[in-house]
């Protein structure tokens, strides 16, 4: 057996999921690693919850999916969502999470009760004491783009693989636009420092 | 150096790879980006057809005149173009032609879960299928090769799970083939299939599955693994095919494997040998048992959908539960699910995005309680509360057949149909021209929103753009609603409720056919995108008398103000959802809700 690092990533539509795992899934092969990269798409164009699997192993990968309990790593973009996905990880795995909420048409105009940060973390303490959140979405607009958020959290999600920052860099500036590079890079820095590892 | 491609992306850079000239689809998931993507590379031809049928006879005809071609299309599209599929079958053709089935297990986005492995049964065309993107790539130029090989199109089938898992790729050189006519075919007894000829072509086609039989005993594509013989674990033998190949590597690391990548015809010495030298013959395949039943047909025994699921997709998780259900694994494989108290996690239901204009026509048929029968794209959406106002949806272009037959059943209510632009074009058509010359009360409502959304924006012939960017003139519907015999035909702004209601009134209170196209932008594509303007809502006027709640507006927020008299939440409106289509300012009774020539003189005083 190889070593391996099974990620379950999570958000909702137009936050950028399907970017970080375009960009964990290219570390990886970068870093010498056989990947594959499973995305679950929704109906909806916009707002809809979007989920995609990455599995790194050093020699082979079989299955695109990852099943229930068997995830090393969830990597969330929102809080419900983490909470969503929760059934997925592996006990004892990390997960890193944006502080940031985006409430959902059935809370906006419906009944429905959207989960407190309490909620996260009493659910995740019966799985792991490893939850980390991260304040993604307020480093990114601090450094003048909310879009960023995402990459604060592969900055955060790095600091657990052993792979180095520069290759990281390197995959994320052939994944954005020129103009934005500059601002990714320190989206990511800022990342590294968020889990205080 | 490898790249990571989808599973799509893989075929058509396969296709590139192999020399494919032609290439034509409608768009549909999962196969949608396999087009998008060839139509890419250079000196090549791809296209959008109007609908499958279509895209099939396309690349029959560009496969008869001497070059290698491909259609694409999601499983239930095969439906629509099964009849030129089964023609092609019996011709075959003079340069390779593949035909691309992306399966939707689970139904991640369709109707149903068929498995179109039996299609290629039925019309005799072998199918091929891949595990990987590699496999993808590399099994296009090889389905060209038997295609031309033996004189058949070939089936090459995907499932979601393969369209849409990215995959390491070693990408290859661009291999031009030559045109191997100049002259389209004159040989009536191959190519025109009135029943003498056809009489003699049958025995042909059930020669060359026999031939095909024996090429697959020693296709490179099936493969068999070898497990240790003196393991228990080895002597366990299971046969497999597509992404359920890898589930079965992955949960039985020590297992002997017959990976077929040929799954119709079967070799069948190959399957025989392989059940010989195992202790118990299992079979792992999504959905239907299709290669469980050629194997048992074999006489040979073996045990599928005794263990596996028939429904839905596969994962790591549902293969080892129903083998240790099965006592093919230990007890003490199973992974523990640790049982979580989770607070109830609001739902984000697929909903019309804000400024879709599609809405304020159904909150208009929801007001008016008629009864509507739908069609597939963004707008079977309208289904949703609080709209709620689609009552059948069955496939593409259905709904206009639907309501006539129960207008003409005689049913006590008037019918309503409606069908987006691009499901129009692709078989609402035939159905429209129906309701005109047996002159049903049908009203047909057309939302045209410029083009095919809810697959990502893809061209159609209503949009003047086509896959490969050529400005075109388009085809516009109203002439050609009148063209099929409709007289009673408007066009009005989809954001105009006013003008909508009126116009569905009056369409009501008249007798015979009706065709009312709601025509706006799709508030996604860029030219929509210019126009965004949230809206504001003056919070002393409203009172919460939820109105514009019922519209079902994702920016239309409930705020934490609480109206003094009614004690209710009073809206508020989301400045970075709302794109300002002011439906919601036209249903507000109390005029709360600012229009957008409003919102800029506030913000100007």
């Excluded at chain 1, 920052?165 to 636009?177: C, F, G, K, Y």
């Excluded at chain 2, 707008?379 to 207008?407: D, E, N, R």
């Amino acid at each position: 057996m190889g070593k391996s690092y099974d990620f379950i990533l999570a958000g909702v539509g137009g936050q950028g999921t399907i970017l970080a795992s375009n960009v964990l899934s290219e570390v990886a092969l970068a870093a010498g690693f056989d990947v594959k990269k499973s995305e679950v798409h929704g109906m909806a164009q916009r707002g809809g919850s979007v989920n995609t699997h990455v599995r790194w192993n050093s020699e082979r990968v079989y299955s695109p999916l990852i099943g229930l309990g068997e995830a090393d790593m969830l990597m969330v973009f929102e809080e419900a969502e983490a909470l969503r996905y929760a059934e997925f990880l592996k006990p004892g795995g990390a997960v890193v999470v944006n502080q940031h909420t985006i409430k959902p048409i059935t809370v906006t105009s419906g009944g429905a009760r959207y989960p407190t940060e309490a909620d996260l973390q009493a659910v995740f303490a019966k799985l792991t004491d490893r939850l980390y959140l991260v304040p993604g979405t307020a480093i990114a607009r601090d450094l003048g783009n909310a879009r960023a958020a995402n990459v604060v959290l592969l900055g955060a999600v790095s600091t657990f693989l052993d792979v180095p920052a520069e290759t990281w860099l390197e995959v994320i500036e052939t994944r954005v636009p020129p103009k934005y590079v500059e601002v990714n890079r320190q989206a990511f820095m800022r990342g590294r420092q968020a889990t205080g590892r | 150096m490898k790249q990571l491609l989808s599973g799509n992306e893989a075929i058509a850079r396969g296709a590139w790879e192999a020399g494919v000239a032609v290439a034509s689809a409608y768009p549909g998931t999962p196969s949608t980006e396999i087009l998008e993507n060839f139509g890419r590379y250079p000196n090549v031809y791809a296209e959008w057809a109007p609908n499958e049928k279509v895209a099939v006879d396309v690349a029959v005809g560009a496969a008869y005149a001497g070059r290698r071609a491909l259609a694409a299309m999601k499983h239930v599209g095969v439906n629509v173009a099964a009849d030129s599929v089964f023609y092609a079958s019996m011709t075959g053709t003079e340069a390779g032609l593949v035909i691309v089935t992306a399966d939707d297990p689970a139904m991640h986005s369709s109707q149903n879960e068929q498995d179109n492995r039996q299609y290629a049964k039925f019309a005799r065309i072998p199918c091929v299928e891949p595990s990987d993107s590699q496999e993808a790539k590399d099994l296009v130029g090889v389905a060209l090769d038997i295609s031309e090989q033996f004189d058949t199109p070939v089936f090459l089938r995907l499932t979601t799970r393969i369209c849409h898992s990215s995959t390491p790729v070693e990408l290859g050189e661009q291999h031009p083939v030559a045109a191997r006519r100049d002259e389209f075919p004159r040989d009536p007894t191959k190519y025109v299939m009135v029943p003498a000829n056809a009489r003699n072509r049958h025995p042909v086609i059930e020669e060359r599955i026999r031939q095909l039989s024996r090429f697959a005993e020693s296709f490179a594509f099936n493969r068999v693994e070898w497990g240790d013989m003196d393991s228990e674990a080895g002597r366990l033998g299971i046969v497999t095919c597509g992404v359920a190949y890898q589930y079965a590597r992955e949960i039985f690391p020590g297992a002997s494997i017959l990976r077929l990548g040929m799954t119709y015809p079967l070799p069948p010495d190959l399957v025989r040998e392989f059940a010989a030298g195992v202790d118990r013959l299992i079979v792992i395949e999504e959905l239907d048992p299709f290669l469980e039943e050629a194997i048992k047909l074999m006489g040979i025994e073996c045990e599928g959908k005794s263990i596996f699921p028939m429904v839905g997709e596969f994962d790591p998780r549902v293969v080892r539960e129903s083998a240790i259900e099965a006592g093919l694994l230990p007890e003490s494989s199973r992974v523990p699910v640790v049982k979580l108290d989770k607070p109830e996690i609001p739902p984000r239901p697929p909903v019309l995005c804000p400024g879709c204009p599609h809405r304020a026509m159904f909150h208009l048929l929801n007001k008016r309680k008629v009864a509507v029968a739908g069609d597939i794209g963004c707008y079977t959406l309208g289904l949703v509360p609080p709209l709620s106002s689609i009552h059948s949806c069955g496939c593409m272009g259905a709904g206009i057949g639907v309501a006539h037959g129960a207008t003409q059943a005689g049913i006590g209510e008037r019918m309503v149909a409606v069908i987006g632009d691009s499901t129009f074009f692709h078989t609402g058509m035939p159905a429209l021209a129906n309701v005109a010359y047996n002159q049903s009360d049908v009203i047909t409502i057309i939302l045209d929103n410029r083009t095919t959304g809810m697959t990502g924006h893809q061209g159609n012939p209503g949009t003047g753009r086509t896959l490969q960017m050529q400005q075109v003139p388009p085809l516009e519907l109203e002439p050609l609603v009148r063209a099929l015999g409709i007289e009673r035909v408007k066009t009005v702004p989809a954001f105009d409720v006013k003008a909508l209601d009126e116009t569905l009134k009056e369409f009501l209170n008249a007798e015979g056919p009706a065709v009312l196209i709601a025509r706006e932008e799709c508030a996604l594509l860029p030219s929509a995108r210019k126009r965004w303007q949230p809206l504001e809502v003056l919070s002393e006027k409203c009172n919460g008398c939820t109105m514009c709640f019922r519209i079902g507006c994702p920016a239309i927020l409930k705020s934490d103000e609480l109206d003094e008299k009614t004690q209710r939440p009073k809206a508020l409106i989301d400045q970075r959802q709302c794109t300002g289509c002011e439906v919601c300012a036209q249903v507000c009774p109390r005029k709360a809700i600012l229009f957008r020539d409003q919102v800029a003189v506030e913000t100007r005083g």
